[in-house]
């Protein structure tokens, strides 16, 4: 497989995250997957958005799980931008799509909206929980998975393998050659984030690893050229 650039949460280093211009932005800039975080509203639609609360990336105050999607909707999330829902990202581009479950609780939306669409082949599933990607792999049959991790050691290989990922997600500022290596070992992918600087994309192309999730689309431009 070709070393993959993945837009984190769009292009956030350019672009308000998680939103339809963001994203959109992403593709332009030919990028090979886009990542996304997902969160259930109170109303249970499945909302675009990193954090728990609204506070940093709105002009609103609270938890998104004690608003509906009509009070969301009313929320501006960086130039005038609406919280986008899930469905809506599906229409606005054509790349494949990394959607990280950030609560449990989405999983069971995220297949239900998987399977009506028929997003197996497009959507690759992640979470920092390894009980989230293995209830959607449960009800998503071919869907493919990947466990993120920030603070791990090399029993990490262990959790993906356990819950059944293809892939690691793995925090570029605490990945080694033999955390890598053991991944390889196990028949696992691996990718590092947040790769935005020149020393982590070399770092990256020399541990061999897969893919790389970035805030800056000019890492897609001098990736390939990067021993």
């Not at 082949?121 to 049959?141: K, Y």
């Amino acid at each position: 497989m070709n070393f993959l650039t993945i837009g984190h949460r769009g292009v956030m280093g350019v672009e308000p995250e998680n939103t339809l211009r963001s994203f959109v932005a992403a593709e332009q800039a030919g990028l090979d997957v886009v990542e996304l975080d997902l969160h259930l509203s109170k109303d249970g639609a499945l909302v675009v958005m990193h954090d728990a609360d609204v506070d940093r990336t709105t002009d609103g105050t609270g938890p998104i799980a004690g608003k509906t999607l009509a009070e969301l909707r009313a929320l501006d999330a960086g130039h005038g931008e609406r919280v986008p829902v899930f469905e809506e990202v599906l229409d606005a581009v054509s790349v494949p799509l990394q959607a990280e479950i950030k609560d449990v609780a989405a999983a069971r939306t995220l297949a239900e909206v998987m399977l009506r669409r028929d997003l197996a082949g497009r959507v690759e599933v992640i979470s920092f929980h390894p009980e989230a990607i293995m209830e959607v792999a449960r009800l998503v049959p071919g869907v493919r998975t990947a466990l993120v991790a920030q603070y791990y050691g090399p029993e990490v290989v262990e959790r993906a393998v356990g819950a059944g990922a293809a892939t690691l997600c793995l925090d570029i500022n605490r990945i080694t050659l033999e955390i890598v290596g053991l991944a390889r070992a196990a028949g696992l992918r691996v990718f590092a984030w947040v790769v935005n600087t020149q020393d982590h994309l070399r770092l990256v192309r020399a541990l061999g690893l897969d893919g790389a999730t970035t805030d800056r689309p000019e890492i897609k431009r001098t990736g390939r050229f990067t021993a």
